[in-house]
């Protein structure tokens, strides 16, 4: 069951949310000619400290724990059972049916509502199973009865519950029938129906029942109520008829034009086949004047007038025009005429369907506790709307005020002050809309200052950003008025839930005597300084002074270092955190950007899966902090069925930071979502005993152990692969469907999609002449002939253990479309490399993250640097001298992943140790040479990646298009290659895609220029 909580910084009364479930259980006897079914409904509250309208805060009319007195209504071969008791949800909050059936033998079940039907998922206990049907957030469409259907081998079950969704009546609207005027309304709870007569509804004012003419109750629990007045008692100026229940309360305004009025009618909308009523009404002191209808409609409507002497003495007319069903050619302008008054008109437009005129672009306010503050969402829509505001999933109601000019307004001003996003929700049955608020306060700084030998940091907490300065002065008065401008470090600024964490340190080593320091921190808000007292001596009075306390401390500090050394063999050095990483942009700049927060963010329950339906087995990676092991997963997929998955987890006793950090991991990996080209979280063991994050299992290992195994069955084409094999497997083959991976490959701007190899080879060969053995070239030429109709299978390629040059595409090809996935999602990896790229079924490759059973420290490819192990051979220069991770570095990474792929498992800068001389040289330009498999096309592709400045380095999308063009013509290159190797011309090495010329981009990552990359434009 979800919780839909409100996160709230102080404590006000609560309200009641209905969350309800209904637990079924069914057990089945032996002989199955019994079956014995209980229902209950269960209620649950979740306190939201905000102050709610009370007609908002009731509790549903069903106590906790009702039962539904489910019965058995038919004795034939199906049991068939129904709930007595209706359940009832208020609109906008959530709902889960859950069943829980022990029923014997193969189980599958369907949930019907309104037509519609939905497959069952069922989850598999110790003891029975629960089917499980999840209404978030409902509607009025969620409303009427719902079927679950339940079959086994032998029998059939089915039950039916009515579902009823409680609110605000809908707005009320008019009808005209021989002269009477019907007011209709709809809506469960059934409303009742006032006629008013006043300017405002909220006035006190005069009203009438009317004549209750007709109630119904329609499938879906909804009542309609209609009340009806003679035309004749409607002649006042403002009629207005409301229905209201305990949810609420909807007005209409009967359309008037009174000639007497300055106010005009707004615009009128009305959609096709919907009744219509307007009057024109007109006073005057005699009743010598007339009123009448003037239109260029070309279908009219039908006028009628009434009229009766008012106290004055006055004479009033009113003048009725109505349709029973108005037509597209009803549109059009409507003036009503009289001898004694000016005209006034109104416009009327048709609609086929409804809409909502709202601007949904987001809007971010920045206020003051002291100001009063409240969103405001305007918008103009037809027919009548239902809204409510969400913060954090839990929902408000929505109050809407009408304006003259047609436009509805809604406010939402109890907030109290707390930061976060308010979502406004609009909907009317054609058109639902959303709207974000974004909601900052402005905080002056708070500093606090902590010192540590010569440096001094400074962290400030604010809204928005502080900038923070550094002062001294030469007494010991705190009043600094000097500035320091040597020595200061800036931080990346951080963003937590409230406010923005800025930070600095300053270096006093060049500095010596007595003095002050102040660190003052200043936003739009205000300003704050924190200060300390510093006593630095000159290094001379250091030497002379404290020499026996030196040695005598370097002694201390050997052994000190010494007795550090054995611990840390036992200890671990290095904080666990995931390589991947979400990030958000908040300057123009590479190195403006911080990492999104997941520690602060809920966990969605609905990836929890039962500890008990998993099996644990083998290890199959192991590190510092945690590991990974194979496992079974029963039911994690299909109902019934168990797939191989792999389980990540920490080591024993793991402390509270690296707990944090893998629940942060799995919340990320739930934001991320679902591609192929990537290992998918598919659940999480989260509620009892060790976290588990369950990830799908790749049979094949990692790409590069993959590519090494690889090297003695390489082959440049499939046609070598023909020759070595006799060409009998290509007799075997059967009618498969290729991979979605070479299948579904297309230039970006919709050229073709892929021609299979063996058809693309077919068409090469044709057009050239190709000599071979005569014991094979009567063979090859048969087979050629048939034009490879049947295509091999992947079962097939792995069952030959062979590897080709067009798989190392296709590899390359899967990495790229798997990071532009991730760039879609602003992720970047941090430690793109063919280690973390894992191999499954199909040759189809997956990006992975090792960071938690991946032994850094006895990883010669993880190199010590300052505080931490990095992957220095495959960072990019920002990454290692500056520390930037941006998606431009992970190309950089790219580029060595696929020299690593086109060299079949190369260690990257073969034989160059990680050292002082290798920074010179990255820093001035160097570049690996070209790998032995690798076609100059590719290589130039690689040398794009490693363009110094990362703005001139391709992205993902335009790397995946030329791969997917050179993966389409592999074979047709290669031929042409072989037969023209002595006339080769070096402009024909340029591959060109979409406009984007590779050569040309290879020159500006050698030359450097000013401009960017094209590839990105």
């Known amino acids: 069951m979800h919780e839909l909580r409100s996160i709230r910084t102080s404590s006000q009364p609560g309200h009641w949310l209905q969350v309800a479930i209904i637990f079924i259980t069914l057990s089945a006897v032996t002989n199955q000619n019994s079956s014995a079914i209980s229902c ?13 309208p009370a007609e908002y805060t009731m509790s549903n009319s069903l106590n906790t724990n009702t039962n539904l007195e489910c019965h058995l209504s038919s004795w034939s071969s199906q049991y068939i059972y129904k709930a007595a008791v209706t359940v009832e949800v208020n609109v906008f909050h959530s709902v889960e049916l859950k069943v829980m059936q022990n029923i014997s033998g193969i189980v599958s079940c369907i949930w019907s509502h309104r037509q519609s039907s939905k497959q069952c998922s069922l989850i598999y206990t110790s003891e029975n199973s629960i089917v499980s049907l999840e209404l978030l957030k409902v509607t009025d469409k969620d409303a ?11 029998t059939s079950y089915t039950v039916y519950f009515a579902v009823r969704v409680r609110s605000k009546p809908r707005k009320p609207y008019f009808k005209e029938y021989e002269r009477r005027v019907t007011c209709i309304s709809r809506g469960y709870p059934p409303p009742s129906v006032q006629w008013l007569f006043c300017i405002s509804p909220n006035d006190r004012c005069g009203n009438r029942t009317g004549i209750i003419l007709y109630k119904d109750m329609d499938s879906y629990g909804v009542q309609r109520v209609e009340h009806t007045m003679r035309a004749r008692k409607l002649l006042e100026e ?13 007005c209409t305004q009967l359309y008037t034009l009174d000639l007497r009025s300055v106010i005009p009618l707004p615009e009128i909308f009305v959609k096709v086949g919907e009744p219509f009523i307007m009057r024109c009404r007109a006073r005057y002191k005699t009743f010598h004047f007339n009123i009448k209808w003037s239109s260029e409609s070309e279908n009219k409507l039908w006028w009628f007038e009434e009229s009766e002497y008012v106290t004055g003495p006055a004479m009033v007319r009113v003048l009725f025009a109505s349709a029973h069903r108005m037509e597209k050619n009803n549109s059009g302008n409507y003036t009503c005429v009289s001898s004694t008054h000016p005209s006034k008109s109104a416009i009327i437009t048709l609609l086929d369907r409804g809409f909502i005129d709202l601007n949904t672009s987001s809007e971010e306010h920045e206020i003051d506790t002291n100001e009063e503050f409240c969103f405001v969402a305007v918008f103009k829509a037809y027919p009548a709307v239902t809204c409510v505001w969400y913060y954090h999933s839990t929902s408000f109601p929505c109050d809407l005020l009408n304006t003259e000019n047609g436009y509805s307004m809604s406010k939402y001003c109890n907030h109290n002050y707390v930061p976060g996003e308010y979502i406004f929700y609009v909907e009317n049955g054609d058109v639902h809309l959303n709207k974000t608020f974004t909601l900052n306060i402005l905080q002056k700084p708070k500093v606090h200052i902590t010192s540590k030998a010569d440096l001094i940091t400074c962290v400030s907490y604010g809204y928005p950003i502080s900038t923070l300065t550094w002062k001294k002065s030469d007494d010991v008065s705190f009043n600094c008025t000097d500035d320091i401008m040597e020595g200061i470090t800036y931080g990346i600024p951080e963003r937590k839930i409230d406010n923005w964490k800025s930070n600095s340190t300053v270096d006093l080593t060049n500095m010596t005597g007595t003095f002050s320091v102040c660190c003052c921190a200043m936003n739009s808000a205000g300003s704050s300084c924190e200060n300390t007292f510093k006593n630095v001596k000159s290094i001379q009075q250091v030497q002379n002074n404290f020499i026996f306390p030196i040695a005598t401390g370097c002694c201390a500090l050997c052994i000190v270092l010494l007795i550090a050394l054995v611990f840390n063999k036992y200890k671990k050095q290095y904080r666990y955190e995931s390589q991947l990483q979400m990030i958000q942009y908040i300057g123009p700049s590479d190195n403006e950007y911080i990492y999104i927060d997941f520690s602060v963010l809920e966990y969605d329950l ?5 500890t008990e339906n998993l099996e644990l087995g083998k290890v199959l990676g192991s590190g510092a902090f945690g590991k990974v092991l194979n496992a079974t997963a029963y039911g994690i997929s299909k109902p019934g069925v168990s797939i191989q998955v792999a389980v990540k987890m920490l080591k024993e006793k793991p402390d509270v930071s690296e707990k944090d950090a893998l629940m942060s991991e799995l919340k990320m990996m739930t934001q991320i979502g679902h591609h192929e080209n990537i290992v ?3 659940g999480a063991c989260t509620l009892s ?12 290992g990692d790409l590069l152990n993959y590519l090494r195994s690889k090297r003695e069955t390489f082959h440049r084409t499939w046609t070598d692969v023909v020759m070595d094999n006799n060409f009998s497997f290509y007799h075997n083959f059967h009618q498969d469907q290729k991979s979605s991976v070479r299948a579904g490959i297309s230039a970006s701007n919709g050229s073709n999609t892929t021609i299979s190899r063996t058809q693309e080879f077919e068409q090469t060969r ?5 000599t071979l053995s005569s014991g094979h070239s009567e063979i090859l030429q048969h087979d050629m002939e048939m034009k490879y109709e049947n295509t091999r299978s992947y079962d097939d390629e792995e069952d030959l253990n062979v ?3 067009e798989d190392l595409l296709c590899f390359s090809y899967q990495v790229a479309k798997g990071m532009e996935f991730l760039e879609s999602k602003l992720c970047i990896h941090r430690d793109l490399a063919a280690r973390n790229i894992l191999v499954t079924h199909g040759k189809m490759a997956k990006i992975c993250d090792f960071g938690l059973a991946r032994d850094v420290i006895n990883d010669t490819n993880y190199v010590v640097k300052g505080n931490a192990r990095l992957p220095v051979k495959w960072m990019a220069p920002e990454s290692i001298f500056e520390g930037i991770y941006t998606i431009k570095s992970d190309v950089w990474s790219y580029g060595i992943l696929l020299w690593e792929i086109f060299s079949l498992g190369v260690n990257p800068y073969p034989g160059m140790q990680v050292d002082a001389n290798f920074y010179k040289l990255l820093q001035s330009g160097f570049k690996m040479d070209q790998p032995f498999y690798a076609t100059d096309e590719i290589y130039f592709l690689m040398q794009s990646c490693w363009a110094f400045d990362s703005r001139k380095r391709p992205c993902f999308p335009q790397l995946v298009s030329f791969l997917g063009y050179q993966l389409s013509n592999t074979e047709a290159l290669v031929y042409q290659n072989m037969d023209n190797t002595h006339c080769k011309d070096d402009s024909s090495r340029t591959s060109s895609l979409n406009g984007v010329n590779f050569e040309s981009i290879s020159e500006d990552a050698e030359g450097d220029q000013e401009e960017d990359s094209p590839m990105c434009q």
């Open 689 to 700: 005993g060790p976290i588990y994050l369950i990830f799908e299992y790749c049979c094949h």
């Open 680 to 682: 998918n979280l598919l």
């Open 40 to 52: 209950f409904l269960i209620q649950s509250n979740t306190e939201t400290e905000e102050v709610q």
């Open 766 to 770: 044709q057009g050239q002449e190709v």
């Open 803 to 805: 590897l080709t040059f």
């Open 606 to 610: 609905k990836w929890e899966f039962p």
């Open 238 to 250: 403002h009629i207005w008829c409301c229905a209201g229940n305990d949810f609420g309360r909807e």
């Open 144 to 154: 009427g009865e719902y079927e679950l259907s339940i079959k086994n081998e032998d």
